[in-house]
């Protein structure tokens, strides 16, 4: 019988050791007695994260921890956004991520998230599609300030730079072409047209002027960022020889997963912030073992509240991940495996390079000294320090050991 195999991510769950907290992590910290009962009858090790520039993106580290190598690929994290919403994406198209935000009177920006607004019908109504330059932009709202554009037409370039900046107080930088190709020069062009005319639309859309009056930022621009298209890539069955499955209520991860050609399956109440439904999400993706030999199981808010430097917080949300994990223990003929895609590090409320902790349990597994799940004793598992695109390698060499 072929071992099956239970991926269990935690976004951004790496850290370090935390001055409030006694110079613990708050996986060190947390209580975790099912997740160190994993770590005491399987084994632990380290991940060094992929990346490119400066610190770890989601998408990389994801793309990168199913194996497959984000340099040959370069797919923009636009088209993950934009197929995590359902967006029926053509290769030819261009996909952002956008994020409603607000400017002042001299288009200055003032909030980069525009309070957090979620799009209405209203003021989406002159904007949700937009013909410039013959070429079609379409705007797909996700949760809350966030949304996918999609620009679709014949001769569009993606090397063009981001229309995003962090930076308050000054305007948002116009989008410029990466190279001197007339396709990039001719699409940066037409995009600052577009976000031109999506400014001047929502000028005095009513949501807006509403807001103005209750005292709230309007969202009257959208920052654009992540400019991709969509490429062939093997898909995971292919590369691996496994069926597989995605749990995740985060459009990112979800996009990721249909690149790659997995299930991608709906937990009601299952959602990409602390409130999420995981009673539920577990359940489920314990239940896709029947069908699939791989699921991928995403939990994201480990990472939203590192950013929000809430050590307490995590520590706390770890622990009622824990409290979900007691029906693994009856799991046969399955590998598990929980890591994180990256490290937030609570202190520095950023991405950053630190080895990740990971725990495998199960099928395969040469058991180890490690009786605790944390950064601390993962370091000395028996798993070593793996580089992050020789996961799969190893999941496949331990899932697969004793059948071969
Ligand atoms: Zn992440
Ligand atoms: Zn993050």
Not at 217 to 230: E, F, S, T, V, W
Not at 375 to 384: P, T
């Amino acid at each position: 019988m072929r071992n099956k195999v239970l991926l269990i991510i935690l976004d951004g769950l790496g850290d370090l050791p935390n001055s409030a907290m006694s110079g613990r992590t708050p996986l060190e910290e947390a209580a975790t007695p099912f997740m160190d009962r994993l770590a005491r009858e399987g084994a632990t090790g380290t991940i060094d994260p992929y990346r490119r520039g400066l610190f770890p993106t989601s998408e990389d580290t994801h793309f990168s921890l199913f194996g497959y190598r984000v340099e040959e690929y370069q797919i923009g994290r636009g088209v993950f956004e934009a197929l995590g919403l359902g967006v029926d994406l053509k290769e030819q198209d261009l996909a952002w991520r956008g994020n409603w935000a607000t400017l002042d009177n001299s288009g200055s920006l003032v909030d980069r998230r525009a309070g957090r607004i979620s799009a209405s019908e209203e003021l989406l109504a002159d904007i949700k599609e937009l013909t410039v330059d013959g070429i079609k932009f379409e705007i797909h709202p996700g949760t809350d300030h966030r949304m996918a554009i999609v620009a679709r037409g014949s001769g569009l370039s993606r090397n063009l730079s981001d229309g995003y900046r962090r930076q308050v107080g000054v305007p948002p930088p116009l989008v410029t072409p990466l190279d001197k190709t007339e396709e990039s020069v001719a699409t940066a062009r037409t995009v600052n047209r577009y976000l031109e005319k999506v400014q001047a639309l929502l000028k005095d859309n009513p949501a807006n002027r509403k807001r103005m009056a209750d005292n709230l930022p309007p969202a009257n621009y959208i920052l654009i960022r992540g400019a991709g298209q969509l490429k062939k890539v093997p898909a995971f069955s292919e590369k691996w020889g496994r069926s597989a499955a995605c749990v995740a209520g985060g459009h990112l991860y979800r996009g990721v997963a249909k690149l790659l050609g997995m299930q991608i399956v709906n937990v009601p109440g299952a959602n990409a912030g602390v409130k999420t439904n995981l009673a539920g999400k577990l359940k489920t993706s314990l239940g896709l073992l029947e069908d699939n030999d791989f699921v991928f199981c995403h939990i994201k808010a480990t990472d939203n509240l590192s950013h929000d430097r809430n050590c307490w917080g995590k520590a706390e949300f770890l622990s009622r991940i824990d409290h979900y994990l007691n029906d693994i223990f009856d799991l046969q003929n399955c590998l598990v495996v929980i890591t994180g895609d990256h490290s937030t590090p609570c202190e520095s409320g950023e991405h950053s390079n630190d080895p990740i902790p990971m725990l495998a349990w199960g099928a395969g597994v040469v058991k180890d000294q490690v009786s605790r799940f944390g950064e601390i004793f993962c370091r000395e598992g028996g798993l070593g320090k793996l580089e992050q695109v020789r996961l799969m390698e190893k999941i496949a060499k331990m899932a697969d050991g004793s059948t071969k």
